[in-house]
């Protein structure tokens, strides 16, 4: 099918219930920015939205009050191939955003790794674990003893359960 322009189609069609990702473009024309605006906000929110005008007062007004998973100003082809970009949809648009940095960061696991120390070199907390000293006199038996003292006084910051 060749790229194709649908002008003001019935709200009940099925090009107007679904997202359109080409080669059909809708153009509904409006007799008032706040009525554009209007008409965005009262449908599931759009992958992508497209402002043509030279006006930036009405230029930031719509793109301030309606919400679309990216913008494109005076075009609507280029609006994908912009790498540096994020590109991604919100609400049942999708969500999250691929292209970039945003996309590596997206499709990324971030994983935390704790690698605990051996003892040897953690003097302060040595005896905390295995192997035990062989007296028992470490810094765990230390510790304990420490915290049955701390759990009798009225206030302590330890209670024994």
């Given at each position: 099918m060749a790229p194709t322009l649908v002008f003001d189609p019935a709200e009940e069609l099925g090009i107007t219930q679904e997202e359109i990702f080409g080669p059909a473009l809708i153009v509904k024309?409006?007799?008032?920015?706040?009525?554009?605006?209007a008409y965005v906000n009262a449908h599931p929110r759009p992958l992508a939205l497209y402002y043509f005008g030279s006006d930036k007062r009405e230029e930031r007004r719509v793109i301030?009050?309606?919400?679309?998973?990216?913008?494109?100003?005076?075009?609507?082809?280029?609006h994908v191939a912009q790498e540096d970009l994020p590109f991604g949809g919100v609400g049942s648009s999708g969500y999250g955003?691929?292209?970039?940095?945003?996309?590596?960061?997206?499709?990324?696991n971030w994983r935390g790794v704790h690698r605990q120390v051996p003892p040897s070199r953690q003097y302060i907390i040595k005896g905390l674990y295995p192997p035990?000293?062989?007296?028992?006199?470490?810094?765990?038996?230390?510790?304990?003893?420490?915290?049955?003292t701390h759990a009798r006084k009225p206030g302590s910051w330890c209670t024994i359960a």
């Amino acid at each position: 099918m060749a790229p194709t322009l649908v002008f003001d189609p019935a709200e009940e069609l099925g090009i107007t219930q679904e997202e359109i990702f080409g080669p059909a473009l809708i153009v509904k024309t409006y007799e008032a920015v706040d009525d554009a605006v209007a008409y965005v906000n009262a449908h599931p929110r759009p992958l992508a939205l497209y402002y043509f005008g030279s006006d930036k007062r009405e230029e930031r007004r719509v793109i301030d009050a309606t919400v679309s998973g990216g913008v494109t100003v005076n075009d609507v082809f280029m609006h994908v191939a912009q790498e540096d970009l994020p590109f991604g949809g919100v609400g049942s648009s999708g969500y999250g955003c691929y292209h970039g940095y945003e996309g590596f960061r997206e499709f990324s696991n971030w994983r935390g790794v704790h690698r605990q120390v051996p003892p040897s070199r953690q003097y302060i907390i040595k005896g905390l674990y295995p192997p035990y000293d062989p007296d028992g006199k470490g810094m765990l038996d230390m510790l304990l003893k420490q915290k049955m003292t701390h759990a009798r006084k009225p206030g302590s910051w330890c209670t024994i359960a």
